[in-house]
Antibody
Framework: VQLVESGGGLVKPGRSLRLSCTAS????????LSWFRQAPGKGLEWVGF??????????EFGASVRGRFTISRDDSKNIAYLQMDSLNTDDSAVYYC????????????WGQGTLVTVSS | ETTLTQSPAFLSAAPGDRVNISCRAD??????LNWYQRKPGEAAIFIIQ???TLVPGISPRFSGSGYGTDFTLTINNIQSEDAAYYFC?????????FGQGTKVEI
């Protein structure tokens, strides 16, 4: 199993950014994916998840990003996306993509992360 | 939302030492707590599931214990390759929450 995040970078406050999570080594449509983030010097924070396609592909988000972030998936490409709008400086963090283990409903495999810096 | 208090934030150990990392919850989690290891620039690795079950393929030098609100990750005979950031995650209730993490130096 491998998860590779991409798309991070420097973005100005109020702008948007889309992160990608490219997956391999498992049956992508059948698993939920989740995004987490870790700001410098802080602990990890759950951002949101997208359920598997058989489960309807529904999404849920943490309170700090709800209404600004969306998650989608392209099962034909084995990619999950995190669309981040109306970014602010508090969104600066390393963003991680994970697979959600079906047997326990928690992250098992992680990506190496991609850095997002929101600054003017 | 469950708060996890992880300690210490940093520890330095010598090869061969036994080290303990604590994760305390502010509510009963049963055994719904996992431990992960992350090295700089690498993906985090899942090492302990459900408080005490070693994930297949993980060195048996790692062990987990605890139930309810107090949990411990133990690394026996610590080696240089164990230098990493370790964090706990609770999956008893949503949202998932994490301890603040422990940086282990060898």
């Amino acid at each position: 199993v491998q998860l590779v995040e991409s798309g991070g970078g420097l973005v100005k406050p109020g702008r948007s950014l889309r992160l990608s999570c490219t997956a391999s080594g498992f049956s992508f449509p059948d698993d939920a994916l989740s995004w987490f983030r870790q700001a410098p010097g802080k602990g990890l924070e759950w951002v949101g998840f997208i359920r598997s396609t058989p489960a309807g592909g529904e999404t849920e988000f943490g309170a700090s990003v709800r209404g600004r972030f969306t998650i989608s998936r392209d099962d034909s490409k084995n990619i999950a996306y995190l669309q981040m709008d109306s970014l602010n400086t508090d969104d600066s963090a390393v963003y991680y993509c994970t697979r959600v283990f079906r047997g326990g409903w928690y992250p098992d495999y992680w990506g190496q992360g991609t850095l997002v810096t929101v600054s003017s | 939302e469950t708060t996890l208090t992880q300690s210490p934030a940093f520890l330095s150990a010598a090869p061969g030492d036994r080290v303990n990392i604590s994760c305390r919850a502010d509510q009963d989690l049963d055994d719904d707590l996992n431990w992960y290891q992350r090295k700089p620039g690498e993906a985090a690795i899942f090492i302990i599931q459900d408080a005490s079950t070693l994930v297949p393929g993980i060195s048996p030098r790692f062990s987990g214990s605890g139930y309810g609100t107090d949990f411990t990750l133990t690394i026996n005979n610590i080696q240089s390759e164990d230098a990493a950031y370790y964090f706990c995650l609770q999956h008893d209730n949503f949202p998932w929450t994490f301890g603040q993490g422990t940086k282990v130096e060898i």
